[in-house]
């Protein structure tokens, strides 16, 4: 088939098209590399700098719009697959359903109907924005929700949804939304991943044991780093002996690779219940991750044996217990480690999840 993959998060999009041409695909991914991430891609349309950037990537995106039809199938990221407000977007869009067969969306992140999940129908017993009855505080809150709520972006939103041949989200709580939705056109497929050549269970001749966290300034709070990363500090503050930690801030993809390797755990996306490309990238290499493993998340891709993935409730409290038993029982260490290694081949490998998107554009 001839493939248009448009828009980029934490690099599905660039795995995705490397398992769809080993699959024998012709594929082309437009994006602008998810920004300072910088991930592959084969056209670029980042946001231009400077004076009047939206109407500049406006000129270059209409430029490039013979490059954009004849496909059997165009698969977005999001409805927001370009750097563009809504009502630019939906031009793209409309062009995108006329000169293409199928045009297919991904669920992978904020939008109305996440929103609506949240908030509304409360269907998560935490989430973004809520804990519980609680409702987070954060400065992005407001701006978000407004953002998404009563105008074009919302019905733009939900016309995507209508119109779309189908819809894929990557994590568990994205799929509670839309399947309840348009649960006949909804299919969720876990993210692809590539697994390293060999990837070890053993761990370095080291006394301590070596936590890693990623830090985005942006989306600190509201990916809950701030309370892993001080929860993180204190335990190795209080044993120090034994626990050390690694930060990586904001710094492109390769480089962030590179940062974790040979680190045992990785603390990521607090109110999540599935793990996302981060941690699954750090699972692949054998790192345990400390985050969202709920029972939900098994349960969808039907894992009744495997439990890599050290679940933590959305508190400092329980983060700090975990990592506490972490650090104090490093014999756990080899055979979680292995789990995630199996948990990641099982259910994330870039050729399978290729494959998933295959069977599900041609259903």
């Known amino acids: 088939m001839k493939i248009l993959l448009i828009g980029e998060f934490s690099n599905v999009h660039a795995t995705l098209a490397k398992g769809l041409r080993e699959l024998g695909h012709q594929v082309t991914v437009i994006s602008n590399g998810d920004f300072w991430k910088n991930y592959p891609r084969d056209i670029d349309v980042s946001r231009p700098e400077g004076f009047f950037a939206g109407s500049r990537l406006m000129l270059r995106l209409i430029a490039l719009l013979p490059k954009m039809k004849g496909y059997d199938v165009v698969q977005l990221i999001s409805q927001m697959f370009l750097e563009l407000k809504a009502e630019h977007i939906a031009f793209f869009y409309h062009y995108l359903l006329r000169h293409n067969k199928k045009v297919f969306m991904g669920a992978n992140g904020f939008d109305d109907v996440w929103i609506k999940t949240c908030l509304e129908d409360k269907s998560l017993r935490y989430d973004d924005f809520r804990v ?21 972006r919302a019905r733009y939103s939900q016309k995507v949804a209508r119109t779309c041949a189908g819809i894929i989200p990557g994590l568990y709580e994205y799929w509670v939304g839309y399947h309840k939705s348009y649960p006949e056109k909804t299919r969720y497929i876990p993210y692809p991943i590539v697994m390293p050549e060999s990837p070890s269970t053993k761990r370095a001749q080291r006394s301590k044991v070596v936590l890693f966290i990623g830090i985005n300034k942006e989306r600190s709070t509201y990916k809950g780093t701030d309370i892993m990363l001080q929860a993180t500090r204190d335990i190795v503050r209080k044993y120090a002996h034994c626990a050390k930690l690694r930060i990586a801030e904001s ?5 962030y690779q590179q940062m974790m390797e040979g680190s045992d755990a990785i603390l990521d996306q607090l109110y999540s219940y599935t793990p996302s490309m981060n941690a699954l990238l750090a699972m692949s290499k054998g790192i345990i991750c400390i985050g969202g493993g709920e029972p939900e998340s098994y349960e969808i891709i039907n894992e009744t044996e495997l439990r890599p993935i050290i679940n933590v409730e959305p508190t400092y409290e329980s983060v700090y217990h975990e990592l506490e038993q972490l650090v104090l029982h490093p014999d756990r260490i080899p055979e979680l480690k292995r789990q995630s290694i199996e948990y990641v081949r099982r259910h994330h490998d870039y050729l399978k999840v290729a494959r998933q998107y295959v069977a599900f554009w041609t259903k």
Do not use: C, M
């Not at 519980?132 to 074009?152: C, H, M, V």
């Open 132 to 152: 519980g009855d609680t409702i987070r505080s954060y400065p992005q809150l407001e701006a978000w929700k407004s953002e998404w709520s009563g105008n074009f």
């Open 251 to 255: 710094v492109p993809f390769d480089e």
